[in-house]
């Protein structure tokens, strides 16, 4: 596959107004015209390089739309405020009253809640399935399907989605496959399996710094020009607009996207590995014993690795909060929800991310209340990580006591 989205994002040269390395930060909400002609030309959409308002797109955030797309292999992209500002108006701008979406039972606790209490009110339903079999989502769609909905690698349960065969599907019925790509930046490339339109939610991997939310779409010009529209564009019309200075250092963190991502994918194999011999319930997608380990090569670009996410299932919940806790006190990490940061991040999404699912919905996916859910952090000696980890879990009973192996 001759795709590599780190060669795309390190291709791209942008100058700043005086010649900076860095593109110039636009600090403006609207912009002059010397013409009137010209403004109604931009109201129409008729006036290319012309800014009408940052609402609409902001110099800094093209850059960042460029960059992105650029990465994923996509004509357009238009970022947001958030991943939320990203995902709903993709949706809304696809679905209408009458509308049905099929979508993963495992997404993200806040996709889920939009898509099961918030999109009803809006005469939009959604059946909810098992994305692993490919026939049940075939069987879940109806005359009034538009959309079929997944994680390329599901939150928080990791499990894979057959891109290529969803897009078959979608296809075959004339949806669009949207693909939530945020746990597998770099590693997947949604849109050359066969996804019309890709999702992430930069808080994560790609902006790495756990110091601001954002969003990105990344599909067609003609579908992310069709957001912006002044008329009917969700994006436009609802306003989740990412601010320039924010995009402006968005794209600064992007740029070293490509080491971090090996790094965290590094991590997380050497941790999967080790703690599945030492006989917890892991669960990896670089992990052999990972139904959908042989799938998942065929889809990544090895380079950048199975991905920096894993869980570990200790028994219960009480276990969970009791191991997190120490952890925290032993420097391990944080006790906080997302991913993506240098430091290793772990909450139990029973409690916390997922909570939105019902209590027997979670049960029958597997969503147990000891699953803690660990974003593995940038550390240097991943096995003195492990060691340490180890001995927590030896503390609160979750492992023997034993000596500890390398
Ligand atoms: C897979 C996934 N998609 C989307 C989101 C939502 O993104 P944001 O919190 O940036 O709105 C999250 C947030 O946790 C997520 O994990």
């Known amino acids: 596959m001759e795709f590599n989205p780190a060669d795309n994002i390190q291709d791209l040269q942008y100058f700043g107004e005086f010649g900076g390395v860095n593109p110039s930060i636009s600090d403006s909400s609207t912009y002059t015209f010397l013409s009137a002609k010209t403004m109604f030309d931009t109201f129409e959409g008729n006036a290319e390089g012309c800014y009408l ?70 005469g939009i339903s959604t059946s909810f399935v098992d994305i692993t079999k490919l026939d049940l989502v075939e069987a879940a769609i109806t005359k009034d399907t538009k959309v079929l909905y997944c994680e390329t690698v599901s939150n928080p349960l990791l499990e894979i989605a057959d891109i290529a065969g969803l897009s078959k599907i979608a296809k ?21 399996l066969g996804a019309d339109i890709v999702i992430h939610s930069l808080t994560k991997y790609i902006n790495g710094s756990s110091d601001t939310v954002g969003g990105v779409c990344c599909a067609s010009q003609e579908f992310i020009s069709s957001l912006k529209n002044v008329n009917d564009g969700a994006s436009m019309l609802l306003g989740p607009t990412m601010d320039s200075l924010r995009s402006a250092s968005v794209m600064k963190n992007l740029r070293t996207l490509h080491i971090r991502m090996k790094q965290h994918s590094y991590n997380a194999m050497y941790l999967a590995q080790r703690f599945e011999n030492d006989g917890i319930k892991t669960v990896y997608p670089g992990l052999e014993s990972h139904p959908g380990h042989q799938l998942y090569k065929t889809m990544i670009n090895p380079e950048y690795g199975f991905g920096g996410m894993m869980t570990l299932d200790v028994g219960s919940p009480e276990k969970a909060n009791e191991l997190m806790e120490l952890m925290q006190a032993e420097n391990l990490g944080y006790l906080a929800v997302s991913l993506g940061f240098y430091k290793t991040l772990f909450s139990a999404p029973g409690t916390s991310t997922s909570s939105e699912i019902p209590l027997e919905e979670r049960i029958q996916m597997g969503l147990t209340d000891g699953l803690i859910r660990f974003s593995i952090g940038l550390d240097n000696d991943i096995n003195r990580t492990y060691r340490m980890m180890k001995e927590c879990m030896q503390k609160v009973g979750v492992l023997m006591n034993e000596l500890v192996a390398d």
Do not use: W
Request: a positive charge.
């Open 172 to 192: 075959r019925h004339n949806l669009k496959l949207i693909v939530d790509n945020t746990f597998s930046p770099l590693s997947v490339a949604p849109a050359r």
């Open 53 to 122: 308002y940052s609402r609409h797109s902001s110099p800094s955030n093209l850059y960042l739309d460029k960059a992105l797309a650029a990465m994923e292999g996509t004509e357009s992209a238009n970022v947001a405020a958030s991943g939320m500002g990203a995902i709903t108006p993709a949706l809304l701008q696809l679905c209408g009253n009458g509308d049905h979406i099929v979508a993963s039972r495992t997404i993200y606790g806040g996709t889920y809640a939009f898509l099961k209490n918030f999109t009803p009110k809006f």
